[in-house]
C-alpha cells in the first residue's frame, strides 16, 4: 500500500456478475440499436452456470466449459460468438468504466467458427407456395414477404417503416443499422403490397410483432416443403434477384445498405444457367 500497488478487490469480489449483467443492460444496452434483442442475450447469461459467481471469480475454463456445452446441445456457432461477444464488451465495460480490477475470462479461449455464408434462394415457385401458407395464418404476413422480397430490407426496417416515409416510389429510411439514412426503390408489387395495409393512427404501417412475423414464417415454410427458407433469405433473395436483373454492385449497396463489398457478395447467389446465358 505504500508503494501504491494495492488493488482493493473487495467490490469485484462481492458482486456477482448477473448484478453486472442487470447493470449493464441499464447503463449499456438502451443506447444500442439492437437493445430488445440484446436483453433477450443478457437473459441468456444469466442462465449460466458461473452467472452467480463474483464477476472476479469467473475463469475462462469456466466460459470455455460453457461454451462447448452450447454447441453440443445445437446452438448455432454465430450465436454462441454473440453471446460471448456481449460477454467480453461487459468484461471492457467493468474494467475501463466501472473501475473493477478483474480479468477478462473471454480473450483467451476459442470462438466458434464463422458459420458458412448461406446459399439458400427462395425461388419463384417456392416463394408462391410460401405466401399460399401464410395467408391461411395471417393476411399480413404475406405482405410483410412481398416488401422484404422485393426490396430487400431488413427486417427491423420493415417493423419500423412509417407512412410518411413512404413517398412515391421510394421509401426513406431516416435511421437503419447501420447508423445513417438511406433510400429504398420500391417496384410496383411492392407498392401494391402496401396499399393493402390498414391506416394505423400513429403512422406506423407495420402492427405485427416482429418474432411473431419470423417464426410464422418459418412455420409456413416448413410446411410448404421448404423448411430451410427463414425470413432473413428473402433479403438474401431479394439482393441476388437485383443483380439478376443487372443492376451493379454500387447501386445493389445502395438499395440493401450493405457496407462493404465483402458483405454484399456473402448475400449473393446468381443462378448458373442465367449466367451462361449472358456469356452467350
Known sequence: ?????????????????????????????????????????????????????????????????????????????????????????????????????????????????????????????????ILSALDKIHPELRIWSIVAVETGMRRGEIYSLRKEWVRGRVAYLPDTKNGTARQVPLSSRAREALSQLPTMLDGRMFPLNLDYVTRQFSEAADTAGFPKITFHVLRHEATSRFFERGLNMMQVAAITGHKTMVMLRRYTHLQGEDLASLLG
Open 1 to 129: 500500500m505504500g508503494q501504491g500497488k494495492y488493488v482493493d478487490t473487495r467490490e469485484a469480489e462481492s458482486t456477482t456478475l448477473i448484478e453486472c449483467l442487470d447493470r449493464y443492460g441499464r447503463e449499456v444496452t438502451p443506447s444500442k440499436k439492437g437493445a430488445s434483442r440484446e436483453m433477450i442475450r443478457i437473459g441468456t447469461l444469466k442462465k449460466t452456470p458461473f452467472a452467480e459467481k463474483s464477476i472476479a471469480a469467473v475463469r475462462s475454463t469456466d466460459v470455455a466449459a460453457w461454451r462447448d456445452a452450447r454447441l453440443q446441445s445445437g446452438t448455432a456457432g454465430n450465436t454462441v460468438r454473440l453471446d460471448l461477444a456481449l460477454l467480453s464488451h461487459l468484461y471492457t465495460i467493468a474494467i475501463k468504466e466501472w473501475g473493477l480490477p478483474v480479468t477478462n475470462p473471454v480473450t483467451n479461449i476459442r470462438k466458434p467458427p464463422v458459420g458458412k455464408p448461406r446459399d439458400e434462394r427462395c425461388l419463384p415457385h417456392q416463394e408462391e407456395t
